[in-house]
Nanobody, 119 residues
Framework: QAQLVESGGGLVQPGGSLTLACAASGSFGSFNTMGWYRQAPGKQRELVATISSGGVKNYADFVKGRFTISRNNAGSTVDLQMNSLEPDDTAVYYC?????????????WGQGTQVIVSL
C-alpha cells in the first residue's frame, strides 16, 4: 500500500515558476512510473509528465520544455519544476504512482495541490 502527498502549489503570476513535490511512502513495486497529472475546472484529468524507475521521462506537448520532472531519494519522491507558467496551467495537480503487482496494475493518487496562474 502506497501513499502520496503533494506540496508546493500556490498562486503565481504568468511567467513565474513553481516547484511541486510528491513524497511516496509505504510499499510499492520497484519497477514503477511516477508522474504528475492535472485537472482544470470542467476538464478531464490530463497527463503532465511522468518518469519511470529507470529514469525515462515523458512530457505532454503543452509543456514545451517549460517543465522538468525528476526523482530523488531512491525513487520515493518526484518533483516537477515548472517554469514560464501560463494561465492555462491553472489546475489541481495530482501525483501518481503506477506499477504492476501480482494482483495486477496498481494506481495511486495523491490528494492534489492547487496551482493558480493569474495576475
Amino acid at each position: 500500500q502506497a501513499q502520496l502527498v503533494e506540496s508546493g502549489g500556490g498562486l503565481v503570476q504568468p511567467g513565474g515558476s513553481l516547484t511541486l513535490a510528491c513524497a511516496a511512502s509505504g510499499s510499492f513495486g520497484s519497477f514503477n512510473t511516477m508522474g504528475w497529472y492535472r485537472q482544470a475546472p470542467g476538464k478531464q484529468r490530463e497527463l503532465v509528465a511522468t518518469i519511470s524507475s529507470g529514469g525515462v521521462k515523458n512530457y505532454a506537448d503543452f509543456v514545451k520544455g517549460r517543465f522538468t520532472i525528476s526523482r530523488n531519494n531512491a525513487g520515493s519522491t518526484v518533483d516537477l519544476q515548472m517554469n514560464s507558467l501560463e494561465p492555462d496551467d491553472t489546475a489541481v495537480y495530482y501525483c501518481n504512482l503506477r506499477y504492476n503487482s501480482i494482483w495486477g496494475p496498481e494506481n495511486f493518487w495523491g490528494q492534489g495541490t492547487q496551482v493558480i496562474v493569474s495576475l
